[in-house]
């Protein structure tokens, strides 16, 4: 099994299926690419993912028929393995970490991110689909804390897809599953451990949203990453999770905390090489925090619009800069384009139009 993750680790894969009838499957910037390898017979598949866990981890396994588990392999990287059944075949998917961590510039990410790090409290959100790289920006973040300033960061993570070594901060990294029970109930005890910089892997629910909302009022900075389309859409998720009584109240907090979104998404490059970072930027400033709190989040691109000055960025600007230096296609910049024509106003045409 260390050859395949080896080779994983090589192609620079985020993700090893392991697929009885299929060879071992790599996704590659999004792709799903077949290794050069035999197909996968139901034996050799469950001798590659047992040879992974302990007897107890087995013994569980074939308990619940469903496992989750974390595995460090020194030299090589950290791995989150979710093992499951398929046709009563023991089939796995790994999603394959990193032990270092590329720079904000390197990763197309705004500078003014650089900035935002510097604070020392309210809330960051990293916001996109699935596979939209939020987890790297979130990592990013982290380390350019703990290279410049001397702090305690605490990030409560499912999975652990980066392991930071403390420079200048200290770094404490605790697992869904493994070091904490839920977000929720991991927030509560992290409070209490006297963090200065607060990481969260997923919004996912209520009580994690909540917890959040209040360690950004407590004086703390906060960073965490939620599923979402937009920045207006974003404040929306979280308002609309919370029952209508509340709802009004959670637009306060979020109006007094918010400090920035950042929604991102990762686009095929016209070369074919890899992927690309496209982006959108809505700073927290005073005109932003009016509507949130008198819910017109309508007029929200219209403030994001007429804040560039402040550093921020609509998502129609970056795919205008990424098609003019031939980065992306005419295609793939209309189709994440906010509406038909929203190129075409910005002066964008086709090749030789």
Known sequence: MRRQ???????SASDLHLTVGAPPILRIDGEMILMDEPPLTPEH??????????EEQVQ??????????????PGSGYFRITV????RNVEAAVRIGRDEVRPIADLGLPLVLEDLTRKTNRLNLITGPTGSG?????????????????????????????VHKNVKSIVVQQEIGSDAKSFSKAL????????????????????????ALIAAETGHLVIA??????????????????????????????????????NQRLLARADEKGRVLAYSLLIGNTAVASLIR?????????????????????????????????????????????????????????SGV
């Not at 920045?231 to 637009?251: A, L, S, Y």
Request: net charge neutral.
């Open 5 to 11: 993750l080896e080779k994983a680790i090589a192609a």
């Open 45 to 54: 598949s469950r001798e590659l993912i047992y040879a992974m866990m302990t």
């Open 60 to 73: 569980h396994f074939e308990r619940e028929w469903e496992l989750c588990f974390s595995m460090n392999i």
């Open 84 to 87: 499951y059944y398929r046709q």
């Open 134 to 162: 939020k987890t790297t920006t979130l990592n990013t973040l982290i380390d350019t804390i703990n290279r410049e300033r001397r702090c305690k960061i605490i990030t409560v993570e499912d999975p652990i897809e980066y």
């Open 188 to 211: 509560i005890h992290i409070l209490r451990q006297d963090p200065n910089v607060i990481g969260i892997g997923e919004l996912r629910d209520l009580e994690t949203i909540g917890a």
């Open 225 to 262: 990453t939620l599923h979402s389309n937009d920045c207006p859409q974003t404040v929306n998720r979280i308002v609309d999770v919370f029952p209508e009584r509340q709802q009004q109240q959670v637009r306060y907090q979020l109006a007094m905390t918010l400090r920035a979104i950042i």
């Open 294 to 350: 008198e819910n017109k989040l309508a007029q929200v691109q219209n403030t994001m619009l007429s804040g560039k000055k402040e550093g921020m960025v609509v998502l129609d600007d970056t795919l205008r800069d990424l098609y003019q230096r031939a980065v992306i296609s005419y295609d793939t910049a209309l189709s994440h384009a906010s509406g038909p024509g929203a190129l075409l106003k910005s002066g964008v045409r086709p």
